[in-house]
């Protein structure tokens, strides 16, 4: 049976932590800079808020099977509220680093941090095993969209400096102290959640990881080949490579990336019905091919309203394996494993995908043709055919009575 009320909480949560990361991502090189920073010392800040996320996930993951869901996300909470204030108030560099270290800060686009395994892990034990997948199609929209619309908000310190005695290091400051703020609003939402969903608190395991171990490695591994090739054709790489190819300006590839990013937002809701209909794996690979197929075939493409098309079917079929992943790890994995199965496939993920760009570049650099996307499309072909071969026959439990 679904619990809609904390289910509704988590994803409010969701959007409360989506909007404010939307927004840092943006601000925190303006703000670091307007301190008197150098580009090089942003980064290394950057850098630094990355690797502290991945460590704490992965943490959380591996002690969250011994305490309560909510008290660890209220904790989380405190944290995002000292961090924003950190970053607001602190003025050394040394300081600086250890509060982009330890807090929560994301930099990026995705959403490696302390929240991911825990809501995750709540969510699959609030929701029935048909209703799970839906559950995280909404889950993925919900901070797709408040993603965005914290982007937009990244232009709130420009109207804030026309308030009387103001001025541009006070507006890019007041953020930050939002960034607390909202993370105080989304604390009061998990406190509304239950206690203990799910399970007996008394009698957890001791290990993180247990019959499911060999899974989960499998999946991280596999992921991470995935995430590596996403990172290939980053929009940064492929608003290059348009732009070397194509002579598209920044302007028209930013429309494309808008139009290519909404079809992205819908494809989450359309994992619902297909995965009912498939399976779960199923729905990742037959839906994540034609998309791999698609980045094949663009460096190929004579025009570029073909380019465009290519794109657009792409954007519609590559994320809708997003839900299906997160459902399919939930499922297949014993309930006081779900922690550390989603810290353990969302870490590695984002490491391979941060490793990549950087080639991408120097592929582009030897020749525009695009072999970027090339070898891109071809790792995802090759993902998505492992994937099935070594997990068909792995099946969530609401497909068990399938043929």
């Not at 580009?39 to 943490?59: D, Y």
């Not at 809701?269 to 034609?290: D, E, Q, Y």
């Not at 494993?337 to 991408?360: C, D, H, I, K, N």
Request: with cysteine.
């Amino acid at each position: 049976m679904t619990h809609a009320a904390p289910v509704r909480r988590l994803l409010a949560a969701k959007a409360l932590r989506g909007f404010a990361d939307g927004y840092v991502a943006l601000l925190l090189p303006a703000w670091l800079i307007e301190r008197g920073f150098t580009p090089l010392q942003v980064g290394v800040i950057a850098t630094t808020t990355l690797a502290g996320s991945g460590l704490a996930t992965l943490g959380v993951g591996w002690i969250a099977h011994r305490y309560h869901y909510r008290a660890l996300l209220l904790a989380a909470t405190v944290l995002m509220a000292a961090t924003g204030l950190g970053f607001a108030a602190v003025t050394g560099y040394a300081p600086l680093l250890l509060v982009a270290f330890v807090g929560t800060l994301n930099p990026s686009s995705g959403d490696v941090s302390v929240f991911l395994p825990l809501e995750h892990a709540f969510m699959s034990r609030v929701v029935s095993d048909r209703d799970r997948t839906a559950a995280f199609a909404r889950y993925s929209i919900v901070g797709a969209l408040a993603g965005a619309a914290g982007s937009l908000a990244a232009g709130l310190p420009a109207l804030i400096e026309r308030w009387p005695g103001m001025d541009a290091h006070g507006a890019l400051q007041a953020m930050f102290v939002l960034y607390a703020l909202i993370a105080g609003a989304a604390g009061l939402v998990y406190r509304g959640l239950p206690r203990a969903p799910g399970g007996d608190a008394a009698q957890r395991p001791r290990a993180a990881l247990g019959p499911s171990k060999s899974r989960v490695y499998t999946l991280a591994a596999l992921f991470s080949v995935d995430a590596f090739a996403g990172g290939l054709v980053v929009q940064s790489m492929l608003a290059l490579w348009l732009y070397q190819r194509h002579g598209l300006s920044l302007a028209a590839a930013g429309t494309i990336f808008f139009w290519t990013g909404l079809l992205s937002a819908a494809s989450f809701l359309a994992a619902v019905p297909v995965a009912r209909r498939i399976g779960l794996v199923n729905t990742m690979v037959f839906t994540h091919i034609p998309a791999g197929i698609c980045l094949v075939l663009i460096p190929f493409a004579a025009s570029l309203p073909v380019v465009m098309a290519l794109l657009l079917v792409r954007a519609a079929l590559s994320q809708i394996d997003v839900p299906t992943r997160s459902s399919y790890v939930m499922a297949i994995v014993t309930p006081e494993e779900r922690p550390a199965a989603a810290s353990a496939t969302s870490v590695p993920r984002s490491l391979a995908a941060a490793a990549s760009p950087f080639l991408a570049g120097w592929m582009l650099g030897i020749s525009p043709f695009g072999w970027p996307l090339v070898a891109a499309g071809a790792l995802k072909i090759a993902y998505d055919l492992a994937l099935l071969v070594t997990f068909r026959d792995v099946r969530p439990p609401e497909e068990m009575g399938s043929g």
